[in-house]
């Protein structure tokens, strides 16, 4: 209590202004109030002119301590090192968001090993999604706003409130002193000086023998737009995780399909895909006769379509009306109300999309007829004579676990399986299961009859036969495409826009001041800027050349001969 009292006794000044606890040098008259620094003679330390800051109140409470941790600026500098150094691991392995139907738990160990392994573990691989990184930027943007507004707002303060005769031991321990007699009038030779440093673009008032002097002002804010423009580039940043704001996916377009894409109300079909190749004798030399195929152009033809009606009905086909076409390139991308289509790869493999098999009764050869399968999107149930098809089971990309059971692999139909329960005449109530593979599948694994016998007990003699080529529907090409969508993307480029603004004024301008007093015919003139001293040094000369009075530059130094 008793250290309370005596500190803020002593920030009452000999003008008589009380100062705030924490002020450094006296808001009115700019003397300092710290004993030890009155003795001292070294220049003074002019950052907010002294004035105090929230983040130096004494017996800080809980808020006032979390107010201290963000507007320390060495605390904003190891979270930023932390951040720099997240972001570098995030870019040793690539992320997960760049892969395209890949497992990531099992890509980076198979990939990179036991770096892979540890990688993954330890969630690197979605960095920048992560809840730590994440974290880093939101504190990062706590930093600056604190740091910004525990500086600004005693900075604002002095600049707006600046009295014209300032103390003398304020004057001579500036950077810029000059000490000189003069002859005549005093407030004559005060109101003499003030036309050439108005016509050096300084604004000028005057108090009787007293002046001030000061021009670039708004270069002080730089470094606080530059802040702004930060705390808007990182809100944009964060706000790109919020729903509907930011999307950034890869999607298989297979020709000929029409594909929703994801989160949004849109469809977007390949119409036809186009690939062409150099020729042997267009291809660059260093690849001519080794045997490289090289495509020249990869083009899809792509329309997008709104749904109107039965969007969020799973039972019911979409109602949709046709919004944008577009053939897509490499750096042409289909543009609609802020969503990007990108060629981003293809594969000229075909797909199986369907097939229209028979179901014969291998025992009599007898026909129950045929059906369009859908490879991926089956019904339910067949109808076919007597006998009824229900589908029990879909398997993309068939296989078998350790266990013998049927597992698929991945959702793309590289080995479709479909699990049937043949139901009918002569049959068991619960129906006969039945495997069907549409595509021919590694025979040194899987044998369909073993399968059956092994997986559906007896052996029934019946099997579905697809009987020709013109039963087969296929895929001839698959376009890759990178769904882009950014609406976050405008609040980046104006954060950066400011940010550049903030660099400009705080690097190509300075913020000046020249204060002087005359007492007793002795001239005490110092001068402040907050960067380049030689070009002050140098307009105080040439300013004091105008009124008769030859100095040295290096006499404006502190410490240097007076004139």
């Known amino acids: 209590m008793m250290n309370n009292l005596v500190s803020f006794k002593n920030t009452k000044c000999d003008c008589g ?328 790869d293809y594969d000229v493999t075909p797909i199986l999309r369907s097939v229209t098999p028979t179901l014969i009764d291998k025992t009599t050869g007898k026909e129950y007829g045929n059906f369009k399968l859908d490879i991926k999107n089956p019904e339910r149930k067949y109808e076919l004579g007597d006998l009824t098809l229900e589908l029990k089971e879909k398997y993309m990309d068939f296989g078998l676990n350790d266990q013998g059971v049927p597992v698929t692999k991945s959702p793309n139909p590289n080995a479709p399986a479909f699990l049937f329960l043949i139901k009918g005449p002569n049959l068991p109530a619960e129906g006969v299961q039945y495997f069907y593979f549409p595509k021919q599948i590694d025979k040194e694994r899987f044998q369909q009859d073993q399968i059956n016998a092994r997986l559906g007990g007896e052996d029934y003699s019946y099997e579905l036969d697809v009987k020709g080529m013109e039963n087969v529907d296929f895929a001839m090409s698959t376009s890759y495409l990178n769904i882009r969508v950014d609406k976050a993307m405008p609040f980046i480029w104006v954060g950066a826009a400011i940010v550049m603004l903030g660099l400009i004024m705080g690097f190509y301008w300075q913020h000046r001041r020249i204060w002087l007093r005359i007492d007793e015919g002795m001239l005490t003139l110092g001068a402040h800027t907050n960067k380049n001293w030689f070009g002050i040094r140098r307009e105080v000369c040439t300013v004091l050349q105008k009124v008769n009075l030859e100095v040295d530059e290096k006499s404006l130094e502190n410490g240097g001969n007076q004139a």
């Open 17 to 344: 202004h009380q100062n705030p606890v924490g002020t450094v040098l006296c808001e009115a008259c700019g003397k300092p109030l710290a004993e030890e620094d009155q003795q001292s003679q070294e220049v003074l330390e002019m950052r907010y002119d002294g004035m105090a800051r929230r983040s130096q109140r004494d017996n800080p409470n809980i808020i006032d301590r979390i107010w201290n941790f963000f507007s320390s600026v060495k605390i904003a500098v190891y979270m930023i090192i932390f951040t720099l150094v997240g972001s570098m691991l995030g870019t040793i392995f690539p992320q997960e968001s760049t892969f395209l139907n890949v497992d990531p738990s099992t890509y980076y160990p198979d990939t990179y090993g036991t770096a892979g392994t540890i990688y993954y573990k330890l969630g690197l691989s979605h960095t920048y999604e992560s809840w730590w990184f994440v974290s880093l930027l939101v504190m990062i943007g706590a930093s600056l706003v604190i740091c910004s507004l525990d500086r600004v707002l005693p900075l604002y303060k002095a600049l707006t409130k600046q009295k014209i005769r300032k103390h003398i031991q304020f004057l001579t321990r500036q950077k810029v002193v000059l000490q000189t007699p003069i002859e005549g009038d005093p407030e004559a030779w005060v109101q003499n000086i003030v036309a050439p440093l108005k016509k050096r673009g300084y604004r000028v008032h005057t108090e009787g023998t007293a002046l001030l002097a000061e021009k670039y002002r708004f270069s002080r804010w730089g470094p606080y737009v530059l802040h702004i423009g930060l705390i808007i580039f990182l809100l944009a940043v964060l706000a790109r995780g919020l729903p509907g704001l930011h999307m950034d996916q890869h999607m298989a377009f297979p020709e000929g399909e029409i594909k929703h894409i994801t989160n949004t109300s849109l469809y977007l079909k390949n119409e036809k895909f186009t690939v062409e190749y150099y020729t042997e004798d267009d291809l660059p030399d260093e690849f001519k006769g080794k045997g490289k195929i090289m495509p020249k152009l990869f083009q899809t033809q792509a329309v997008l379509y709104e749904c109107t009606s039965e969007c969020d009905d799973v039972t019911k086909e979409p109602v949709l009306k046709e919004v944008a076409r577009h053939d897509i390139q490499v750096n042409d991308a289909l543009n609609y109300k802020g969503l990007k289509a990108y060629q981003f």
